[in-house]
């Protein structure tokens, strides 16, 4: 079973520039979810998406940061205008809907952005 | 709010010594906790889970966490480390909306 694939694996870019991530979960996985890792810490949760739709953006900066799941599978993570601040890793992770106590997350290997 | 605290930032082993990382956990009732396990440049993999029942619970790669729910604490424990073990460790919980709480990590480094 192929796993979260995630790209580019590594971008730098200079502030007030724009920036995508792109995100193809594991087939058939109907929950798909952004995470950002800054240096340090543990991944926050930016978005959940639940087949196409949101399920929780709270903590997404929705001022510079976007997110799509068109169709339901792929998804992209944007960000226009750069920041210094939003240099970090940027994680893709998906789950089942099966009925189950908890639907594990599986991870991607992650998107490093460098903004200077 | 919901919390998790992961108290040491870097722990250094010898090869073969055992190994024991904190977890305490924060939350209005008993989450589902986890530990995950992230090598340079990859993504998290999970090590072991703990939803309920035995508060001794196994996982891969030889690790296992003990729930002790008067400490509020899942730590994570293995006997023996191999110098492939140096990465970096997350703590984790969730409650039922499976919205997962990460620690801030514990970096483990192992010396042979």
């Known amino acids: 079973e192929a796993g979260v694939a995630q790209s580019p694996r590594y971008k730098i870019i200079e502030k007030r520039q724009s920036v995508a991530f792109w995100c193809n979960p594991i087939?058939?996985?109907?929950?798909l979810y952004w995470y950002q890792q800054i240096l340090g810490q543990g991944p926050k949760l930016l978005i959940q998406f639940q087949n196409n739709g949101v399920v929780d953006d709270s903590q997404l900066p929705k001022d510079r940061f976007s997110a799509e799941r068109l169709k339901g599978v792929d998804s992209t993570l944007k960000i226009q205008p750069a920041k210094l601040e939003d240099s970090a890793v940027y994680l893709c992770a998906s789950s089942s809907t099966a009925k189950s106590t908890y639907n594990e997350q599986f991870f991607g290997p992650g998107t490093r952005l460098t903004v200077l | 709010a919901q919390s998790v605290t992961q108290p040491d930032i870097h722990i250094t082993v010898s090869e073969g010594a055992s190994l024991e990382l904190r977890c305490n956990y924060s939350y209005g009732a008993t989450p589902y906790l986890f530990w995950y396990v992230q090598s340079p440049g990859q993504g998290l993999q999970l090590l072991l889970k703990?939803?309920?029942?035995?508060?001794l619970v196994q996982g891969i790669k030889g690790f296992e966490a003990e729930f002790k729910r008067s400490q509020s604490s899942f730590n994570l424990r293995k006997p023996s480390v191999h110098w492939s073990d140096a990465a970096e460790y997350f703590c984790?919980?969730?409650?039922?909306?499976?919205?997962?709480?990460f620690g801030t990590g514990t970096r483990l480094q192992v010396t042979l």
């Open positions: 703990y939803f309920s029942g035995d508060t």
């Open positions: 984790a919980a969730a409650g039922t909306a499976s919205k997962l709480t």
């Open positions: 087939s058939g996985h109907a929950t």
